[in-house]
């Protein structure tokens, strides 16, 4: 079983930075993807983030474009994401995401293996 598990989350005042990291653990697979989605209160599960493992190429939402970053250390299995110039509208729940099937990486039918999230709170 494959197992991803999310960490450092917290509370930061707006205008701060984040980084959150996701290390994949268990029976291992051949990675395609790993991405960022979010969710805030009230609102569906929206993207964020992705990079492919092989050649790191990065896709991003509109709004994350120039503030957030995504990252990948193919050694540790660990995919980061930097996030800067944080706003009140950006907490959410964040969960990690990985996909061995190629093709897209921008939804969340794309991917086969979820973490539980951690809790990101902008404070304003």
């Known amino acids: 079983q494959v197992q991803l598990v999310e960490s450092g989350g917290g509370v930061v005042q707006a205008g701060g930075s984040l980084r959150l990291a996701c290390t994949t653990s268990?029976?291992?697979?051949?990675?395609?993807?790993m991405g960022w989605f979010r969710q805030a209160p009230g609102k569906e599960r929206e993207f964020v983030a992705a990079?492919?493992?092989?050649?790191?190429?990065?896709v991003y939402a509109e709004y994350a474009k120039g503030r957030f970053s995504i990252s990948r250390d193919n050694a540790k299995n660990t995919v980061y994401l930097q996030m800067n110039r944080a706003e009140p509208e950006d907490t959410a729940v964040y969960y990690c995401?990985?996909?061995?099937?190629?093709?897209?990486?921008?939804?969340?039918?794309?991917?086969?293996?979820w973490g539980q999230g951690t809790q990101v709170t902008v404070s304003s």
């Open positions: 995401a990985a996909t061995g099937r190629p093709g897209t990486i921008g939804y969340s039918r794309d991917y086969d293996y």
């Open positions: 268990g029976r291992t697979f051949r990675t395609y993807a």
């Open positions: 990079i492919t493992w092989s050649a790191g190429s990065a």
